[in-house]
């Protein structure tokens, strides 16, 4: 079986916020273009923002910056950001 | 960029240096009660760029949804710590960024999720996919590997 391509949202999700629903949309939209098994998760700032966070983010196989600042952690966002920037993870910011 | 307290206009944190300001321009066809930019803008995307390679032209125009951008006066020290501009709007202004030797580093002030369509899935998220599906097997080869080094260890342990 193939495994799910698991993408970690780094942000503080609000359903009602659009871009937050459209970005969770867009990345289906493209897994089921490319039928590529998808899990999709949010990753709320303030839990990045400590000395564990490198073991939470290990386990995506890319993370984007998600949209809705000002985030609840600016210094969780920072960390994740800085991990996928000093590890060479697959990261997007949009 | 070795600016310590380089931050947010957003934040408020009285620092000296931010990086991040407010957009100086509403773009044309601003929503009501929207953000400064929340409507489509034409960018110009910067040849030899990743973006580039995935819009696979110049000319492109994108959604907006935001408020704030990439404070001009910092584009230099941008560039000089290693990101490259690798979309610009209208009049110039920075519009996305990258890490040329990054295995995928773009950010985008557009938000390309916003034109996404389940019949028409945007090319940025297929490419911002297909590297982290890439990845994922790359790191799986890796883990298999290892797993099948620890695997009498692994015995031991339970038996």
């Not at chain 1, 984007?64 to 590890?87: D, V």
């Not at chain 2, 947010?8 to 953000?35: K, M």
């Not at chain 2, 492109?60 to 990439?70: A, F, I, P």
């Amino acid at each position: 079986m193939v495994s799910a391509v698991r993408i970690g949202i780094i942000g503080d999700f609000e359903p009602s916020y659009h871009s937050h629903f459209a970005t969770n949309a867009a990345l289906y939209d493209a897994a089921t273009r490319l039928n590529v098994p998808l899990m999709v998760r949010w990753i709320p700032t303030p839990s990045l923002d400590n000395a564990d966070a490198p073991k939470i983010l290990d386990s995506w196989d890319g993370l984007i910056a998600g949209p809705g600042s000002p985030y609840k952690s600016f210094a969780g966002m920072l960390r994740g950001i800085e991990f996928a920037r000093t590890r060479d993870w697959p990261f997007t910011g949009t | 960029m070795k600016i310590a307290d380089a931050d947010s206009a957003e934040n408020n944190s009285g620092s000296s240096h931010y990086v991040i300001t407010p957009l100086s321009c509403s773009l044309p066809d601003r929503r009501e009660g929207g953000p400064k930019a929340s409507s489509e803008e034409r960018l110009k995307i910067v040849p030899g760029t990743r973006l580039h390679s995935i819009c696979g032209s110049e000319d492109d125009s994108e959604q907006y949804y935001c408020n704030y951008g990439v404070n001009e006066e910092y584009e230099k020290q941008f560039q000089a710590a290693g990101l490259h501009i690798s979309a610009r709007g209208i009049q110039g202004e920075t519009r996305a960024v990258e890490l040329p030797n990054h295995r995928f580093f773009i950010a985008t002030l557009f938000q390309p999720q916003l034109s996404s369509r389940p019949e028409a899935p945007h090319r940025f998220w297929l490419a911002f996919l297909r590297a982290a599906r890439q990845f994922q097997k790359a790191r799986s080869k890796r883990g298999a590997t290892r797993a099948s080094h620890s695997r009498p260890r692994a015995k031991a342990a339970t038996g």
